[in-house]
């Protein structure tokens, strides 16, 4: 009996700390009234997945295909669609698997290197210039001169500011064409081999973004540095938008995509979260 009652008020003891603990967590995330913020606090990365979605000239485009709308004789109302999409469009995921043999699909990346602390390297005063800009290993060293090395495990997101183009398809892909011969009519920027060689061999980034349909540059014809980063495991986030809204660092990010499996890549769902 002593062992019950022992071990009973060592439950409530147990239980009660948890019931403070919980309530700290609350307190924390808790907004004063005068100041209910807390939305604010999140900013969508996200574009909207719609028939204006843009994709690769040769994938597959988004449709909806509504299947219900309307009341039923039953009285209640009831809303169903279908969608159909190709996984590389509109703010999507790169797996590891997308270009590199036998590496991670979609389903197999480990959340930790979906959600956690980011940076933000802004290139766009160069970029806006050049459409055919590639960001450099000095762009991300003048990064690092005014805000200190890039940390281990963060997500690095590049801003060309070319996402306020999105979805007008000729100045955000520099063509409107669509099919295999209007590859070479792309122009946008992207991120350079070297800068993508010098991230994997001199830095540990958990996965990477850009606000343009591609992390190599529209011109690219090898996509030296998608398979150079998905090589490395590292998942990369295309056609990310609102990254203006960020700061340079000081922020988390939230990246989940479709859990498709043997997914070469996915629609995502990405959020910035400014700290309070
Ligand atoms: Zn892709």
Not at 122 to 137: F, G, H
Not at 230 to 243: G, K, M, Q, R, T
Request: hydrophobic share 40%.
């Amino acid at each position: 009996m002593k062992i019950q009652l022992l071990a009973l008020s060592l439950t409530l003891l147990i239980f009660s700390s948890c019931i403070e603990k919980s309530n700290k967590v609350l307190e924390e995330l808790s907004v004063p009234e005068e100041d209910s913020n807390l939305k604010k606090s999140i900013i969508d990365l996200t574009h909207t997945f719609s028939e204006e979605t843009v994709y690769w000239v040769t994938a597959k485009e988004f449709q909806l295909e509504v299947v219900s709308r309307g009341d039923t004789d039953k009285g209640f109302f009831y809303a169903a669609n279908n969608f159909e999409t190709a996984e590389h469009g509109g703010t999507h995921l790169d797996a590891p698997i997308h270009f590199s043999k036998g590496k991670q699909s979609v389903e197999e990346i480990p959340l930790e290197k979906l959600i956690g602390e980011a940076i933000k390297i802004d290139v766009s005063d160069n970029a806006l210039e050049d459409r055919d800009y590639l960001v450099s290993v000095q762009d991300f060293q003048e990064w690092e001169a005014a805000n200190g090395k890039i940390k281990d495990g963060v997500i690095v997101l590049l801003e060309t500011g070319h996402s306020k183009y999105y979805p007008d398809k000729l100045k955000y892909l520099g063509t409107d064409q669509r099919g295999a011969e209007a590859i070479k009519l792309l122009h946008f920027p992207g991120l350079s081999s070297e800068a993508a060689g010098w991230l994997v061999e001199n830095r540990s980034i958990s996965a990477i973004g850009i606000d343009t349909p591609s992390i190599d540059y529209g011109q690219s014809e090898y996509f030296k540095s998608h398979v150079i980063l998905l090589s490395d495991n590292i998942p990369v986030f295309e056609n990310v938008a609102n990254l203006d809204k960020l700061p340079n660092k000081g922020f988390e990010v939230i990246a989940l995509p479709m859990k498709i499996k043997d997914g070469s890549g996915a629609p995502l769902r990405i959020v910035g979260v400014l700290q309070q």
